[in-house]
């Protein structure tokens, strides 16, 4: 079961790296009751929102690269919660968001109902241990 | 069932304004599975790891008080994930903090396995209507 979860969290990533909307499409829930936080946006509620929020992401000129690290999943019934640390490469220099991606199991699918990503700006004096 | 999950998101913000470890300690789940992302922050998963940095935040000079606002509840199976908007009011001024939290029921208890909290930086232009 974990490694469902993993494979539909990797999906996500592997899209956005795509910057394709369509295996976007295929991740999320189409509900009313998916939620999505970009890195200092205000809560984007709603499929259609959702959507339409990664289509103008993927219109733009940036593309986004990822290495994923730090990973942890954890699964209660049909929902699980997994944190990773998004590892941006660009040519502007990279950067950690945290993430938060909570997946609904719905007729044996795991899909994307909640993202929450926010760039790690402080580091743990426990780090520098 | 909205209403139970409802009064445990609040009772995890009535923690917060009254700095008190205790309340926060009955709001969490206590496992290796709880996640917490403070803004600006990187991911702290754990309930021993996750309790120190409260405990560092309520020995800190900063007292936090919150109007929420913009809340939504969803339920799937025995976890909620609830969006919120946390309106801080502080001498130095506002700031909006995005947050997802997600509660797990176990024996009729919903409890916090995952906050993340993130300062909203952009307005979007749909806002503007």
Do not use: K
Not at 46 to 56: F, I, K, S
């Amino acid at each position: 079961m974990i490694d469902e979860v993993r494979a539909a969290n990797q999906a996500f990533y592997d899209a956005h790296e795509a910057a394709s909307t369509e295996a976007m499409s295929v991740v999320w829930e189409h509900s009313d009751r998916v939620v999505c936080v970009h890195p200092g946006w205000p809560i984007l509620r709603g499929w259609p929102t959702v959507q339409e929020a990664w289509r103008q992401i993927f219109a733009g000129p940036h593309r986004n690269q990822f290495i994923l690290t730090n990973e942890a999943i954890a699964v209660h019934g049909d929902v699980a919660w997994v944190t990773v640390d998004e590892n941006l490469v660009s040519i502007e220099g990279g950067a950690t968001v945290a993430a938060t991606n909570v997946f609904a199991r719905t007729d044996g699918r795991w899909l994307l109902v909640a993202h929450h990503g926010s760039t790690v700006v402080y580091r743990m004096t426990s780090d520098d241990d």
